[in-house]
């Protein structure tokens, strides 16, 4: 997809972080925004903020958690904006999970799931139909994380088993398009290469009420980039990040060859990724890179 202009993007997550950044980023470029999101405050902001760039856009509250909620974003969409050309699932949460995993909640898990996991199931239920019986050329875009997909952090457990299910279920849709021959390209993106700059550590400020975590849970402590730079820099380390833009702006590179892996690495990131597959096939017994 060479053109975004005149096509309709839908962005789950789109009010902040990643998912706003690709929302201005394929604004900028003519296309129509369908902005899907939980958190009220962002969506006023960015629903405000796409307007003074006369950007084409609506901002709709979708819960990814509910199959109903991203039936009637994919509506809205097409009543509003005409139709449907580029979905990105990219609502993601951290659960903020500390310690050891025996000892999480179990609400912190039920959460973490719901959103990271059952809502690309959910997009996928609601927006691939659609996207098949169109017949048009379309892209399904996926936010998925290194974290699980290709290493494993042990200091988040609950985000690292979320996305590497996210990774297999995105993998297996491309591969499910091309022996169909659909016209319809799927990608995962990886929002990097360093952390990247988001509201993903402060999600408890949309985590529902029913799903609060039971008490005495652990909990990393972790609310912000700042905190992991502040923790970083006790160990003699300077973190660093990626801006949300860097992503957006690297991710329409890779939409425009129809690339699968829209991700971006380091020198020492593809290091950690050969070693992993080293591992596996020396059979060498796993050593963490990092444990909190």
């Given amino acids: 997809m060479k053109d975004f202009n005149g096509k309709v993007a839908v962005i789950t997550g789109g009010a902040s972080g990643v998912g706003r950044s690709l929302a201005f980023a394929l604004g900028r470029r003519g296309a129509k925004i369908a902005v899907g999101d939980v958190d009220g405050t962002a969506m006023e902001q960015v629903a405000k903020d796409l307007a003074a760039e006369n950007i084409e856009a609506i901002v709709e509250h979708c819960d990814v958690t509910s199959l109903d909620s991203l039936n009637a974003l994919a509506d809205a969409a097409v009543a509003k ?19 050891a995993m025996w000892d999480y909640s179990e609400k912190d898990w039920e959460w973490c799931l719901k959103v990271n996991v059952w809502g690309v199931i959910n997009s996928i239920r609601a927006f691939m139909p659609r996207l098949v019986a169109s017949g048009q050329a379309a892209h399904f875009v996926v936010t998925g994380s290194g974290n699980g997909a290709y290493t494993i952090l042990p200091d988040a457990p609950i985000y690292t088993a979320s996305k590497a299910a996210v990774h297999a279920i995105t993998e297996n849709l491309h591969y499910q398009c091309q022996a169909g021959q659909l016209p319809v390209k799927v990608s995962a993106l990886f929002p990097g290469p360093h952390v990247v700059d988001t509201g993903l550590f402060n999600s408890d400020r949309v985590r529902p009420e029913d799903l609060q ?29 990626t801006h949300p833009d860097e992503v957006a702006d690297m991710a329409l590179r890779g939409l425009e060859q129809d690339a699968f892996w829209l991700l971006e690495t380091t020198p020492d990131s593809d290091e950690k990724i050969r070693a992993r597959a080293d591992m596996i096939l020396n059979r060498t017994t796993p050593v963490p890179a990092t444990l909190g």
């Avoid at 139709?83 to 310690?99: S, Y």
């Avoid at 975590?213 to 609310?223: C, F, L, Q, R, V």
Wanted: proline share 2%.
């Fill in 213 to 241: 975590k039971d008490g005495g849970a652990p909990d990393s402590g972790i609310t912000s980039v700042d905190d992991m730079k502040r923790m970083a820099a006790e160990f003699g380390i300077e973190m660093q990040t």
């Fill in 81 to 99: 904006l005409g139709g449907l050309d580029l979905v990105f699932a990219n609502a993601g949460i951290g659960a903020g999970e500390g310690g």
